[in-house]
């Protein structure tokens, strides 16, 4: 069994907690969080630290993108493995290089950018690269609300709640329907000047609107379709989709808990989803798998 | 520069070195044919045996499935490595065994059933159970030609030519239409039983039509549906579609040489499409890949 640790308790990380559950070779050690109460999930420990629990060998990160990286250096350093869905794409590469090193120095496993987008997709892409290496691949996304989006505009100063809704435009083009409620005395003005020009929103056409109480517009489901047209060897035309239609937390949850099998068995360091042979993300025998899947 | 030999000239051989020329890193060392002329591809040589072609790295098996146990396990006991494109499902995972002791006493890499199905749809189904490990997937085909049942019919006495088109019925059902040419004085009952009763065919509903001429017939497109509902965690009715529509052998050729590509970055034995890491199977530094696919 993999003793496994969830280190957060939003969406994803009550998500990820359904889904080491279900898992048939995983047991929950506990959950790290510093709000939640001792008492509050019966038997599961809940702690302050990862230091409190003891004999886990990974911790499924269910926090936002930009605690990640310090947070997950300091356990793979450890020696306890890690999975985070960090989120930021320009910063995958440097975030990747930095989790090399300290899982190798720490002789720990690092799953790294897993989940819906990068992580499912980040596979799908290369797949169809694979398949066609010249041509062009369309991500769009939505609708629907996307968690990274809508945890950054949070942080926002005068920001009380929110929600981004992402709209596909076509040919990988989004617009961002950015839903606030306001805390009192903010100005909407410059709150919406803030966020269309952080990282998260600066390159899209982006709305912001202002409302009340936001419970009747939170859906969690999210969608996408990836679209590829390209060459394989000398012929053209050739067509490529992947569609997903989802509860966003469950699969980025279940994504992470199937990533987190898959990087125990690897070599010390980090691994992306391109690095992970698909057949390590499940539960069963090679010889079971290869005939089912292959 | 990775040697690459093509073992066979039929359609996947063709598109084989079409894919060959157009990689960045392959290099063409030769063609294997027992039928093919010696001059027949100007500079490219052509060859009766693997044994005549120098420093070959790699060997691209385009070949019938029947035939590729026996052809691959030579040249891998050799120390050459092998892709191979074997389709029989039911078989792949005796044949991945055998050329996983055939490679590691060769100290050689296969990557084998690679290409269409078993080939790129493998890898999908492998990631759409990741991300939701419990439900149904249906693998949709057609229409179009397949070509290992067109293959399988030629083989059948009386027959002068034949192909073989799948249509899909929905949830993994499919029909095959199978259009004949006859020998001269082949019985088209006994031809027909045969057929039926072949494994290619024995499973599904068939029909076969006896045609003067096929050339006017012959598309080598192809298509796919793969569908997954399942359950991610706790949350119900994740949904999953992969949908290709493409020049069937040229898609095949170009996975083969993709796999070439991965499966040499490997340690010694066999490796399905679950086996392979995405990354392996693309052209690029790992900055570059991580930074565009990620």
């Given at each position: 069994m993999i003793k496994a640790a969830v280190f957060g308790y939003g969406n994803i990380g009550k998500a990820a907690i359904e889904a080491i559950n279900a898992a048939p070779d995983f047991e929950l050690a506990g959950v790290v969080s510093s709000s939640l109460e001792k008492g509050a999930l019966g038997k599961i420990p809940v702690v302050r630290d990862v230091d409190e629990l003891s004999d886990v060998q990974i911790v499924i990160l269910c926090i936002p993108s930009r605690n990640v990286p310090d947070i997950a250096e300091k356990i793979l350093l450890k020696g306890i493995s890690t999975v985070d869905c960090f989120d930021i794409h320009s910063e995958t590469y440097n975030l990747f290089t930095r989790l090399d090193a300290a899982a190798k120095k720490g002789n720990s496993r690092c799953a790294t950018s897993i989940g819906f987008d990068p992580g499912i997709d980040s596979a799908i892409r290369a797949l169809f690269e694979a398949a066609a290496p010249k041509g062009l691949t369309y991500t769009n996304f939505g609708p629907g609300m996307s968690m990274g989006h809508s945890v950054a505009v949070r942080k926002i100063p005068g920001v009380k709640d929110a929600m981004s809704v992402t709209i596909p435009v076509g040919a990988g083009v989004h617009r961002r329907m950015v839903y606030v409620v306001l805390e009192d005395g903010a100005d909407f003005n410059k709150v919406t000047a803030q966020i269309k020009s952080d990282p998260y929103f600066v390159n899209d056409e982006t709305h912001v609107i202002q409302v009340s109480n936001l419970d009747m517009l939170i859906d969690r489901g999210h969608s996408v379709s990836i679209q590829r047209k390209g060459v394989s060897g000398s012929a053209q035309n050739q067509r490529f989709t992947f569609e997903m239609s989802i509860d966003n937390p469950a699969m980025t949850a279940q994504m992470m808990v199937s990533a987190a099998r898959a990087v125990l068995r690897q070599a010390p360091g980090a691994y992306t989803m391109l690095h992970?042979?698909?057949?390590?993300?499940?539960?069963?025998t090679e010889e079971e798998l290869i005939r089912r899947l292959v």
């Open positions: 992970l042979p698909p057949i390590d993300l499940l539960y069963g």
